[in-house]
């Protein structure tokens, strides 16, 4: 059972925005700005695309965006495209040295 | 450029062990935070394993499930990240990815290694 809660899945369709929560609780969501965003597309290995709840790396699009509230973040996926239907998976940093995932979503682009 | 390639993996039967390697080009092993990440085939990712770098004490933690079974290390002079993992049961099948950790977060993943535990 995964430490975070997402949506097992959200769809939208091209060009239109998506938005995936992830809820934790305030010891490790809450409590740290350590929330980081993950694609993944199938048989691949997964890809930082937002790094302490709103930080886009370098290489990044603009439409994906990140932010917090209390012990849920949220990442956005602004002007959706093909490309961006994937797994999207949450992770917090949650005391102690110890990381924590969510289960991921699956965004269809419809 | 970083790179990682992970290694080792293999079918093993209960109670058996595994060493996983994840030799790493671009930068030093010993100057980063590294991590070991598992995927179970169609299932989310867990995190198992850190290791911190020298400057910061070089100390590891594991995560519960596999706290006293698994042990993450490393060696400079190979520029390599290891995992050993003893005690192995089904349950531990997946894609095992060594990871690059930065702010709290993975900037940069191997293409990982297959461990299946099976009779």
């Known amino acids: 059972q995964s430490a975070l809660t997402q949506p097992p899945s959200a769809s939208g369709s091209p060009g239109q925005s998506v938005t995936i929560s992830c809820t934790g609780t305030?010891?490790?969501?809450?409590?740290?700005?350590?929330v980081s965003w993950y694609q993944q597309h199938p048989g691949k290995a997964p890809k930082l695309m937002i790094s302490?709840?709103?930080k886009r790396p370098s290489g990044v699009p603009d439409r994906f965006s990140g932010s917090k509230s209390g012990n849920t973040a949220s990442l956005t996926v602004s002007g959706l495209q093909a490309e961006d239907e994937a797994d999207y998976y949450c992770?917090?940093?949650?005391?102690?040295?110890?990381?924590?995932f969510g289960p991921g979503t699956k965004v269809t682009v419809l | 450029e970083v790179q990682l390639v992970e290694s080792g993996g293999d079918l093993v039967t209960p109670g058996g062990s595994l060493r996983l390697s994840c030799a790493a080009s671009?930068?030093?092993?010993?100057?980063?935070?590294m991590n070991w990440v598992r995927q179970v085939p169609g299932k989310g990712l867990e995190w198992l394993a850190l290791?911190?770098?020298?400057?910061?004490?070089?100390?590891?933690d594991h995560a519960a499930p596999v706290k006293g079974r698994f042990t993450i290390s490393r060696d400079h002079s190979k520029n390599t990240l290891y995992l050993q993992m003893n005690s192995l049961k089904t349950e531990d099948t997946a894609v095992y990815y060594c990871?690059?950790?930065?702010?709290?977060?993975?900037?940069?993943w191997g293409q990982g290694t297959q461990v299946t535990v099976s009779s």
């Open positions: 992770s917090s940093y949650a005391g102690s040295n110890i990381y924590v």
């Open positions: 302490e709840v709103s």
């Open positions: 671009g930068f030093t092993v010993n100057s980063a935070w």
């Open positions: 290791i911190k770098s020298e400057t910061d004490g070089g100390t590891t």
């Open positions: 305030n010891s490790d969501v809450g409590r740290y700005n350590y």
């Open positions: 990871v690059t950790e930065r702010a709290g977060a993975f900037p940069f």
